[in-house]
C-alpha cells in the first residue's frame, strides 16, 4: 500500500561562509552610504548610561538600515545589535532544535563619540556566526574609505589581501587600546594605576582609537601589534576577531564574571596580537584582572 504520509521537509543548508560575508557586506555598504550622506557638523547626540556612552539618531537609524538588508537577504537569520537588542531568528527552516542558527552581530556605529565630534575614526562592524562558531566579519569606515573582510579564505583590506606579521616584543610593540579607561578605574583603581604604568614602561606606544572594531582591523593588517580591552560587547569584537585571527593573529580571552567556556567573542575582556607571538606583559596584566574579578564573585 502506498504511503501518504508527506515526507518531513529537511533544513533548508546554510549559506556557505562566503555567501555569508556577501551578505553581511551588502548591509554594511548600505549603512555606510546613509552615514556618508549625513552632514557630520550638525549632529544631535543622547547619553545612554553616562557621558562615556552616547548615542546619536543615525546609529539606530544605521542599524535599522542593516537589519533590513539581512532580513531581506536571509529572513530566517538572527540579529544582536547594539541599538535594538536581540531579534530572533524568524520563520526558520524544518529541522528542530538542531537547525544551525546563523547570527549576525551588528555595531551599527563603532566609535560613537568619534563620529559625533566628526573624527573620521569610527565604522559599521557586523560579524557572522553558525551556531556560536564565526564564519565571517566585515568592518566598514564609511569616511576613511577601509574595508576589512573575512570568511573562509584570506583576511582582505579592500578586496587586497593582508599579509600575516610577527607580533614585535613589547620593548618595540605599539598597541592601540583605551585600557584601562573609566570602566576599569572604577572597577578596579589600583590594578588599573599599575597596570597603565607596566604599560606605559614596558610597550613602545599607546593610542586609543576609540573604536574596538577598527582597533581589531589595523592589528589584523599589521599597523599595530596589539590591542587589548577589558568590558566589550560582542557586536564590537565579532567581525574583528574573525578578521584578525584569518589574517594570522592571535586572541586570548577572559570570561570577567560571566561563564567560562563561552566562545571567545561572548567573553568582555581580550588580548589581540597581530601574529602568533603573545605580549606577555599584556596577557599577565589581563590574568591579574581576570584574578581581580574572581575574587570579588
Request: net charge negative; charged share 20%; proline share 6%.
Amino acid at each position: 500500500m502506498m504511503n501518504t504520509t508527506a515526507p518531513r521537509s529537511l533544513s533548508v543548508p546554510v549559506p556557505s561562509p562566503s555567501h555569508l560575508l556577501d551578505i553581511a557586506t551588502t548591509a554594511a555598504r548600505e549603512a555606510a552610504d546613509y552615514i556618508r550622506s549625513l552632514d557630520r557638523d550638525h549632529l544631535a547626540r543622547e547619553y545612554k548610561t553616562s557621558s562615556h556612552d552616547i548615542v546619536t539618531e543615525h546609529d539606530r537609524a544605521s542599524e535599522e538600515i542593516i537589519v533590513s538588508e539581512l532580513r531581506r537577504l536571509l529572513p530566517t537569520c538572527r540579529i544582536v545589535g547594539e541599538e535594538g537588542g536581540e531579534r530572533p531568528a524568524q520563520g526558520g527552516p524544518v529541522g528542530g532544535d538542531a537547525a544551525p542558527v546563523v547570527t549576525f552581530y551588528v555595531d551599527p556605529i563603532d566609535g560613537t563619540s568619534n563620529f559625533a565630534a566628526g573624527l573620521p575614526l569610527f565604522c559599521v562592524s557586523i560579524g557572522v556566526a553558525v551556531d556560536d562558531v564565526l564564519v565571517a566579519g566585515v568592518i566598514d569606515a564609511p569616511v576613511l574609505g577601509q574595508v576589512f573582510t573575512a570568511a573562509d579564505g584570506p583576511a582582505m583590506l579592500n578586496g587586497r589581501e593582508i599579509r600575516p606579521r610577527s607580533t614585535h616584543a613589547s620593548a618595540d610593540a605599539l598597541v592601540l587600546s583605551g585600557f584601562p579607561g573609566q570602566r576599569a578605574c572604577a572597577e578596579f583603581p589600583e590594578l588599573a594605576a599599575r597596570a597603565y604604568a607596566g604599560m606605559e614602561d614596558g610597550l613602545s606606544a599607546m593610542r586609543h582609537l576609540g573604536t574596538a572594531a577598527l582597533e581589531l582591523a589595523y592589528v589584523a593588517a599589521g599597523w599595530a601589534d596589539a590591542t587589548a580591552l577589558a568590558s566589550i560587547n560582542s557586536w564590537d569584537i565579532a567581525a574583528g576577531f574573525h578578521i584578525l585571527q584569518r589574517a594570522g593573529g592571535s586572541v586570548r580571552t577572559w570570561p570577567g564574571r560571566g561563564a567560562v567556556g563561552r566562545p571567545d567573542f561572548l567573553n568582555p575582556a581580550y588580548v589581540a596580537c597581530t601574529g602568533p607571538e603573545r605580549l606577555e606583559l599584556l596577557d599577565d596584566i589581563f590574568e591579574e584582572v581576570q584574578a581581580a574579578r574572581d575574587a570579588d564573585l
